[in-house]
């Protein structure tokens, strides 16, 4: 392994260091160690975006926080998920990542997952206990699901319970948005799963 490599793991047991001697200490933590954690932040985020599993693996095996946001509010576990790093994604849970976190747009992993297609993915975060009937603006996913067109996700997301009959904004259902853009498969499935009764 190369010296490079190690730079981050040095980084995190040097911020733990610090933070364990000035346990004892009162007051706030000194400006160099809170940039510190901020950089081994930084440095998760940046490991999620560029799909380096093992440094993600590194970091958090070092005690880093999986959760922490980046300046858009997005926590590694949701860029992970829009990205469709499945891998990642488990990493993240294993460490205790929220799997029902939201971002400053309300928008949770599992929504980040679907709206990309990523189909692995939202089953990986359904099994760890997404909450499938998330919503947003009024829209619930599996609103949002159906109105993309994509079939697969929504019979995943009917099987893990979503509801059919949920209404938006101006009452509108899955169903609806299936009639309205013609989608006559997602229609039947919908249906079959409930719809319109």
């Keep these: 392994m190369s010296r490079d490599a ?78 469709g790093n499945r891998r990642i994604v488990r990493l993240l849970l294993a460490a205790g990542a929220k799997v029902n976190a939201v971002d400053k747009d309300g928008y949770s992993p599992v929504m980040h997952a679907a709206a990309q297609g990523h189909l692995s993915v939202v089953r990986a ?16 996913l599996l609103m949002k699901v159906v109105g993309s067109g994509d079939l697969l996700t929504a019979e995943m997301l009917l099987a893990a319970g979503a509801d059919v009959h949920y209404r938006g904004g101006q009452g509108v259902t899955a169903l609806d948005i299936a009639r309205t853009r013609g989608f006559q498969e997602l229609e039947m499935l919908l249906r079959q799963a409930g719809a319109g009764r």
């Design 125 to 140: 975060l359904l099994a760890a206990g997404a909450n499938v009937n998330v919503s947003q603006d009024g829209e619930s």
């Design 6 to 83: 190690n730079k981050p793991i040095a980084l995190v047991f040097s911020v733990v260091l610090a933070l364990l001697a000035g346990c004892g200490t009162t007051g706030s933590m000194p400006s160099q160690q809170k940039q510190q954690a901020t950089q081994v932040t930084g440095d998760l985020l940046t490991a999620v975006v560029a799909n380096r599993d093992r440094q993600v693996l590194s970091l958090l095996s070092a005690g880093v926080a999986p959760d922490q946001p980046g300046a858009s509010g997005e926590t590694p576990l949701m860029l992970a998920a829009a990205s």
